[in-house]
């Protein structure tokens, strides 16, 4: 099992609409995790942290659920300009330095 | 603070040509590291330093060469650029966890 997988998508939604998507993990070590935004031939750029009481930021909630290993991303509210690709990412453990992205997620809303 | 700069936005090389993506950080991280980013095979980490004088090879590191000299530079050299080396090449650097990343390297090898 791959140690980070997302399901690529694309999600396709309406304005408006509520969208959320999950990244699986397999290295139960990891204590936080983080949701980055990427848009289209930009560079990725931090969203939010995740630890284990959740987190929440305007129309963003990021989640983690320890027994299921996965964390997740709720969106509310979709905006036009909430399309872009979201990756997951955990930070080096076990005495790696590598953190380990997954590939992203790709969300499109449209009108 | 700038971040984390690259050089250059873009770059066109044949087959054989060498060639050096640059990368600075003025935030003096510890740890850089350089990915690059093909269609549908998310990041690729390609080698990493802890601190300058260190490095060591990520997942993909063949036909790539990394040095570390001051905690500021990152740069990435491509020895004999082959079309499989056509990519989008991003450098990053982190104090912590946050990974903090340049705006990237659009390289394409003809």
């Known amino acids: 099992r791959k140690e980070v997988e997302q399901d690529p998508g694309p999600f396709n939604v309406p304005e408006g609409a509520t969208v959320a998507f999950n990244c699986t993990y397999s290295?139960?070590?990891?204590?936080?995790f983080f949701w980055y935004r990427q848009d289209c031939r930009k560079e990725p750029k931090l969203l939010m942290s995740v630890y284990s009481s959740g987190n929440e930021d305007g129309r963003f909630t990021a989640q983690l659920n320890r027994a299921s290993q996965y964390i997740s991303l709720l969106i509310r509210d979709s905006k036009l300009s909430d399309s872009a690709t979201y990756l997951c990412?955990?930070?080096?453990?076990?005495?790696?330095?590598?953190?380990?992205f997954g590939r992203g997620t790709s969300l499109i809303v449209h009108p | 603070n700038a971040g984390v700069t690259q050089t250059p936005k873009f770059q066109v090389l044949k087959t054989g040509q060498s060639m050096t993506l640059q990368c600075a950080q003025d935030?003096?991280?510890?740890?850089m590291s350089w990915y690059r980013q093909d269609p549908g095979m998310g990041l690729r980490l390609i080698h990493y330093?802890?601190?300058?004088?260190?490095?060591d090879q990520g997942e993909v590191p063949n036909g790539y060469n990394v040095s570390r000299s001051t905690t500021e530079d990152f740069p990435l050299r491509l020895l004999s650029a082959a079309p499989s080396q056509t990519s989008v090449y991003f450098c990053?650097?982190?104090?912590?966890?946050?990974?903090?990343f340049g705006p990237g390297t659009r390289l394409t090898v003809l």
């Open positions: 290295n139960s070590a990891s204590q936080s």
């Open positions: 330093s802890v601190g300058a004088g260190i490095t």
């Open positions: 935030m003096n991280h510890e740890y």
């Open positions: 990412q955990y930070p080096p453990s076990g005495g790696s330095y590598i953190p380990t």
């Open positions: 990053a650097s982190s104090h912590g966890n946050e990974q903090f």
